[in-house]
């Protein structure tokens, strides 16, 4: 019984301690969790093929795109948001709509490059994110390089360590002190004490 109390007690401490590990590393300045890079990279993609929809007439399949993955793009929206406030504090609101903006900027100037070349690697994308085997925008994000990728370092993950002594062939039994080592027990006289 003892020996799985301590086993438990110090599987706890290593959570804990990793949790707090965690917590510590990804407030660092301007690194990303993978649910942040997610984030990033749904607002890249999504910047693309929006500008897609104006420029290669393809209003149709973003308007299937993002009905498709609407409820997910919106929380990916919010983590996106999240993410800047953790990063910029109270301007982080300001630095998540600049993001996006020069995501779309970027997009935009990009097919002005090669209008043909964007419109046809928008329709590659489109015909990925609509594909069925595509359950999630997590795992249609897998697969997407974008130009974003390379705007956040990744947190680096450290995991903490604590050394188990094994225990012992036989664990020892404590000694009990006799009962004349102890000291005698005190009494209160409760007489004096209810006198008025």
């Known amino acids: ?5 301590k086993s438990g007690a110090a599987a706890l401490i290593l959570v804990c301690m990793s949790g707090n590990v965690w ?3 990804a407030s660092a300045a301007g690194c990303a969790r993978p ?8 607002a890249a993609v999504q910047q693309r093929l929006m500008v897609a929809a104006l420029s290669c007439d393809a209003a149709q399949l973003y308007n299937n795109f993002v009905t498709a993955y ?4 919106q929380n990916s929206d919010r983590a996106l948001q999240n993410f800047f406030r953790r990063l910029n504090g109270n301007g982080g609101t300001a630095q998540y709509h600049a993001f996006k903006t020069r995501l779309a900027n970027n997009s935009s100037m990009q097919s002005i490059g090669d209008i043909t070349a964007y419109c046809a690697s928008a329709k590659e994308i ?12 997590a795992v249609f994000l897998s697969d997407q390089k974008t130009s974003a990728d390379d705007a956040f370092s990744p947190c680096q993950v450290r995991t903490a360590a604590i050394a ?7 664990v020892p039994r404590p000694l009990n002190k006799p009962a004349a080592a102890l000291p005698p027990p005190r009494f209160i006289e409760m ?5 008025k």
Do not use: G, I, Y
Request: proline share 5%.
């Open 70 to 73: 609407q409820k997910e793009l």
């Open 164 to 170: 188990v002594a094994a225990p012992p062939e036989s």
């Open 191 to 195: 007489r004096a004490m209810n006198r």
């Open 35 to 42: 649910e942040d890079m997610n984030a990033v990279r749904a």
């Open 1 to 5: 019984m003892r020996q799985s109390v």
């Open 126 to 137: 489109f015909a990925v994110a609509l594909n069925s085997a595509k359950s999630t925008l």
């Open 23 to 25: 917590a510590a590393t």
